[in-house]
């Protein structure tokens, strides 16, 4: 048993949608414990319930029943909500989506600038933080560049450093490299490895790519709403 410290873990989550003959089950009694400075890669098919269990641990679509806990805190219960979610998600968990939804008419300094601001820093800070984020990611020399000048890996690079804004603890990432060629998917990929191993933060990422598994240090697959471990 890893001694890290939990960042995430679930108890039975199940979702279900609609009721009797319209019953769907997303996903049925998941368990799941990821550790800081552990990358995770979460496969499976279409519609086995990959995205609705990060929606659940991201706590934007809520378990029928089942505990999320996040650095040990129980957020959610079920439908039952401990606290503001729109806070501690802002404090505690960073996003990554398919496409990268940087805000087109800012720059690329400027668009992570944004989530610093919306946490409170401002001015010469946020402008410095933003930039030695980008830098982090291998960036900086792209700070005044708008997205339209970037290619699809640098914008996905821009999403990460706006997602560790919040110096969260975990990061959600659903299909990061859907858009992305090989070479640039491989790349992005491997920031997720850098970011949980360097920054001490866990990241679980959605993937239907195989190409690059070899960065993850846990695979865990899901097929009809159930999970289970991937062995070597």
Same mark, same amino acid.
């Given at each position: 048993? #890893?001694?890290?410290?939990? &960042?995430?873990?679930?108890?039975?989550?199940?979702?279900?949608?609609?009721?009797?003959?319209?019953?769907?089950?997303?996903?049925?009694?998941?368990? $799941?414990?990821?550790?800081?400075?552990?990358?995770?890669?979460?496969? =499976?098919?279409?519609?086995?319930?990959? #995205?609705?269990?990060?929606?659940?641990?991201?706590? %934007? +679509?809520?378990?029928?029943?089942? *505990?999320?806990?996040?650095? =040990?805190?129980? !957020?959610?219960?079920?439908?039952?909500?401990?606290?503001?979610?729109?806070?501690? @998600? @802002? +404090?505690?968990?960073?996003? !990554?989506?398919?496409? #990268?939804? /940087? %805000?087109?008419? /800012?720059?690329?300094?400027?668009?992570?600038?944004?989530? $610093?601001?919306? +946490?409170?820093?401002?001015?010469?800070?946020?402008?410095?933080?933003?930039?030695? $984020?980008?830098?982090?990611?291998?960036?900086?020399?792209?700070?005044?560049?708008?997205?339209?000048?970037?290619?699809?890996?640098?914008?996905?690079?821009? &999403? !990460?450093?706006? &997602?560790?804004? +919040?110096?969260? #603890?975990? %990061? $959600?990432?659903?299909?990061?490299?859907?858009?992305?060629?090989?070479?640039?998917?491989?790349? !992005?990929?491997?920031?997720?490895?850098?970011?949980?191993?360097?920054?001490?933060?866990?990241?679980?990422?959605?993937?239907?790519?195989?190409? &690059?598994?070899?960065?993850?240090?846990? %695979?865990?697959?899901?097929?009809?709403?159930?999970?289970? *471990?991937?062995?070597?």
């Amino acid at each position: 048993m #890893s001694d890290k410290e939990i &960042a995430v873990e679930t108890q039975g989550l199940t979702k279900i949608y609609g009721k009797g003959n319209t019953e769907v089950i997303a996903m049925l009694d998941v368990n $799941l414990t990821v550790r800081r400075g552990e990358v995770v890669a979460l496969l =499976g098919p279409s519609g086995s319930g990959k #995205s609705t269990l990060l929606t659940a641990v991201g706590l %934007i +679509n809520p378990p029928t029943k089942g *505990k999320v806990m996040i650095n =040990g805190i129980l !957020v959610l219960d079920g439908p039952d909500v401990f606290l503001n979610l729109t806070t501690f @998600r @802002r +404090n505690h968990i960073g996003f !990554v989506f398919q496409k #990268s939804n /940087l %805000i087109p008419f /800012l720059s690329a300094r400027e668009n992570v600038q944004v989530a $610093l601001e919306l +946490n409170g820093l401002t001015g010469r800070t946020a402008r410095k933080k933003a930039m030695s $984020l980008l830098d982090y990611l291998g960036m900086s020399d792209r700070g005044d560049n708008f997205p339209a000048m970037l290619s699809g890996g640098q914008q996905q690079r821009v &999403a !990460v450093a706006r &997602a560790l804004a +919040n110096r969260p #603890s975990l %990061i $959600l990432a659903d299909e990061p490299t859907a858009a992305l060629d090989s070479v640039r998917g491989r790349q !992005v990929m491997e920031l997720f490895s850098k970011v949980a191993h360097e920054q001490n933060g866990a990241v679980i990422v959605v993937t239907h790519d195989h190409r &690059a598994l070899d960065v993850f240090d846990l %695979i865990y697959e899901m097929e009809d709403g159930k999970i289970r *471990k991937k062995e070597d």
